[in-house]
């Protein structure tokens, strides 16, 4: 399958504040899985230096279509990652401040599906 990818970004002359956003990401069969590859993510970092927890700008990854499914990933600052689910579905959801003062460009995301004859669950 051709990966499509997927592009969020503020716009510096309008910044977004307060925004929040959900996409899901679904394999067109059910016995395949997702992956994404976040190429470049220019949010605002963690307050606290290597503690997502503490991002005000941020995306958070669900393995499934729900906020109440495992979270496999919070990303701000500029953390790259792939991330892999282990059905098929993945929930991404995006959530910024107030405050766009230091003006982050956003973040960029290539969606794929993981063909099940190759996929190996690395959860089970």
């Known amino acids: 399958m051709i990966p499509k990818w997927f592009h ?11 925004l929040f956003c959900k996409v899901t990401f679904k394999s067109h069969y059910d016995k395949d899985g ?7 993510v220019d949010l605002e970092p963690p307050r606290i230096s290597g503690d ?3 991002c005000e700008d941020k995306i ?17 600052g ?3 990652v792939t991330i ?15 405050d766009n003062s230091d003006r982050h460009l956003g ?3 290539t969606f794929s599906r993981i063909d099940s004859k190759h996929y190996v669950n ?3």
């Not at 997702?34 to 470049?40: A, N, S």
């Not at 282990?86 to 401040?97: A, E, H, I």
């Open 107 to 109: 973040y960029t995301v």
């Open 60 to 76: 958070v990854v669900y393995d499934g279509p729900s906020q109440s499914d495992r979270m496999l990933a919070t990303l701000c």
């Open 52 to 54: 997502y927890s503490t």
């Open 34 to 40: 997702v992956k994404l590859v976040f190429d470049r």
């Open 8 to 18: 969020a970004r503020r716009q510096t002359l309008t910044p977004q504040r307060n």
């Open 84 to 98: 892999e689910s282990t059905g098929n579905k993945l929930l991404l959801v995006f959530s910024s401040d107030g």
């Open 78 to 80: 500029n953390r790259v």
């Open 122 to 124: 690395v959860f089970r």
